[in-house]
């Protein structure tokens, strides 16, 4: 097998592609890793990780990810710090294009092309962002409840969004703290009827509607930056006011990270990968007859040979273990898959 030839090659290096790195490595099956613009995925973004299984104390966000490739790498992973921009999954061998430009930008940087007899696709899904985090961007602003809600016990905090997402997450993190600001531009929430009842009845639940946050306030402590408030601006008068926080919670939205197989793979209308599992959910949309037509595995595409693990198919649980979970059983599909096909 050349340089360039691999038996399977996966597409991104959060906790899906190395946990599906580990068992194909496992599995002699030498997997090729690039691990595209965000090396480690989202939980690099994160400090403190407490719901990962095994770390009773904890764990950095960005030490975990590299605790999980170093694993990899032991059992015979290769991992390449190489963005994937273009793909072609018409016919086997399939063909990966990459450039190690750290932006993905395939006019500059060196740009190779790689052949596998099979990929699995774990790129992920990206937080929708204000634009506007600079130094706070994980260190005070925040895109998981779940992950983060537990840091900021005893102390106020602010969500921004309107969804049933924003609502969940708003309602979630009055567990931990005394006050909860939801903030959205408009004056009335999209979230459903019951979502917005339960809110509505939450003494804890404080509004800042008709509202977009201008700017992000904060302090030095050392070298340290500190998140202190934000600056709100009425989308009535763009009148502005002040509002103390010490976390702000974003919950407007994730983008799929599947533009490159558009018009290979099957996707949603948002741009999630459809796979057998995915499609358990009833409001997931597909075209139809798309179920029967798919190989018997549970992380298989449409495309044989092709499997999809991680939030790029994940419309709902969106956790770092889930989508290890899926990382085993994509690699664990592609492996059999393989075991049919002679290689």
Same mark, same amino acid.
């Given at each position: ?21 580990? &068992?194909?490595? *496992? ?60 793909? +072609? ?5 399939? %063909?990966? *294009? ?15 092309? &790689? ?70 531009? *408009?004056? +009335? ?6 979502? %917005? ?9 404080? &509004? ?63 741009? &999630? ?45 969106? %956790? ?24």
């Amino acid at each position: 097998m050349s340089e360039a030839h691999s038996a399977v090659i996966i597409i991104g290096s959060g906790s899906a592609g190395l946990t599906a790195a580990l &068992y194909a490595s *496992r599995a002699n099956l030498a997997p090729l890793v690039f691990e595209g613009k965000e090396p480690g995925g989202q939980l690099t973004l994160t400090t403190s990780v407490d719901n990962f299984p095994g770390f009773p104390e904890g764990v950095e966000g960005p030490e975990l990810m590299e605790l999980m490739r170093k694993q990899a790498q032991r059992f015979g992973a290769v991992t390449k710090w190489e963005t994937v921009f273009e793909v +072609d999954l018409s016919k086997r061998p399939f %063909q990966v *294009r990459t450039t190690d430009d750290p932006s993905g930008d395939p006019t500059s940087g060196d740009v190779r092309t &790689y052949t596998a007899d099979s990929v699995i696709v774990a790129t992920g899904a990206s937080a929708r962002w204000l634009g506007l985090e600079g130094p706070y961007k994980g260190n005070g602003v925040t895109t998981c409840a779940t992950c983060d809600g537990a840091l900021y016990k005893g102390k106020e905090i602010a969500v921004v969004g309107g969804g049933d997402s924003a609502v969940e997450e708003a309602t979630f993190l009055t567990r931990f703290s005394p006050k909860v600001t939801l903030i959205h531009r *408009r004056d +009335d929430l999209r979230a459903s009827k019951i979502m %917005q009842d339960r809110l509505e009845k939450n003494p804890k639940i404080e &509004y800042a509607l008709n509202s977009v946050v201008e700017e992000i306030l904060g302090e030095k402590d050392g070298n340290l930056s500190v998140l202190k408030g934000v600056r709100l601006r009425s989308t009535k008068d763009d009148s502005k006011r002040d509002l103390a926080i010490s976390g702000l919670f974003l919950a407007i939205g994730h983008v799929p990270n599947s533009a490159i197989f558009k018009n290979q793979l099957a996707m949603t209308p948002e741009g &999630y990968l459809l796979t057998r599992s995915a499609l358990a959910w009833k409001d997931v949309e597909a075209p139809a007859g798309l179920l029967d037509s798919l190989p018997n595995y549970g992380t298989a595409t449409n495309i044989e040979g092709v499997f999809a693990c991680g939030d790029v198919v994940d419309t709902h649980y969106r %956790q770092a273990i889930t989508a290890a979970g899926s990382g085993c059983a994509a690699a664990m599909d592609c492996e059999k898959w393989l075991e049919t096909q002679g290689e």
